[in-house]
T-cell receptor
Framework: NAGVTQTPKFQVLKTGQSMTLQCAQD?????MYWYRQDPGMGLRLIYY???????DKGEVPNGYNVSRLNKREFSLRLESAAPSQTSVYFC?????????????FGSGTQLSVL | RKEVEQDPGPFNVPEGATVAFNCTYS??????FFWYRQDCRKEPKLLMS???SGNEDGRFTAQLNRASQYISLLIRDSKLSDSATYLC???????????FGTGTQLKVEL
């Protein structure tokens, strides 16, 4: 059972380039999330999808877009990367998204924007 | 005041020691509380949920103090393998939003 799989693990971009981070879960979870983690700061929510077909902004959505392609997949797109988006990105999922249940995380993507 | 605050540490303790971390939260309406463990350069993983009555899982004990708005994690008989960062997570305001603390780093030494 793979759980939450995200790709790529590492990426280096130049300022202005675009890219999409992919995430898939095989646990039949309804809710999926994208977080970023920066030194000295807690994980911050970028976007989330409470259920298939819905997406909502989190705490730090500027510069990002998301797509909930189906129940399994939730992608994060950087249209024009900026150095401030250098971070570690984690995708996560949970069964119902109530805020009272376990989050399952992917292994992370380390992104550097030069 | 931050919504969730933790002492970043590091806490350096000898193997076999007992160590405790606290985490304070600002929103008194928060309902759900968790401790996650994060190893270096890895994803966070749930260590334990924190229940109102307190709960224990082997060497780990979690407690909630609603009056003073903090949760705690106690680790007894520390092992080298307990070395990690411990993240406090609170569903701020009792809704579906989860707020992560910055984490407390624990280093267990021989």
């Amino acid at each position: 059972n793979a759980g939450v799989t995200q790709t790529p693990k590492f990426q280096v971009l130049k300022t202005g380039q675009s890219m999409t981070l992919q995430c898939a879960q095989d646990m039949n979870h309804n809710s999926m999330y994208w977080y970023r983690q920066d030194p000295g700061m807690g994980l911050r929510l970028i976007y989330y999808s409470a259920s298939e077909g819905t997406t909502d902004k989190g705490e730090v959505p500027n510069g990002y877009n998301v797509s909930r392609l189906n129940k399994r997949e939730f992608s994060l797109r950087l249209e024009s990367a900026a150095p401030s988006q250098t971070s570690v990105y984690f995708c996560a999922s949970s069964e119902t998204g109530t805020g009272r249940e376990k989050l399952f995380f992917g292994s992370g993507t380390q992104l550097s924007v030069l | 005041r931050k919504e969730v605050e933790q002492d970043p540490g590091p806490f350096n303790v000898p193997e076999g020691a007992t160590v405790a971390f606290n985490c304070t939260y600002s929103n008194s309406a928060s309902q759900s509380f968790f401790w996650y463990r994060q190893d270096c350069r890895k994803e966070p993983k749930l260590l334990m949920s924190v229940y109102s009555s307190g709960n224990e899982d082997g060497r780990f004990t979690a407690q909630l103090n609603r009056a003073s708005q903090y949760i705690s994690l106690l680790i007894r008989d520390s092992k080298l393998s307990d070395s990690a960062t411990y993240l406090c997570v609170v569903n701020t305001g009792g809704g579906n939003k989860l707020t992560f603390g910055t984490g407390t780093q624990l280093k267990v030494e021989l």
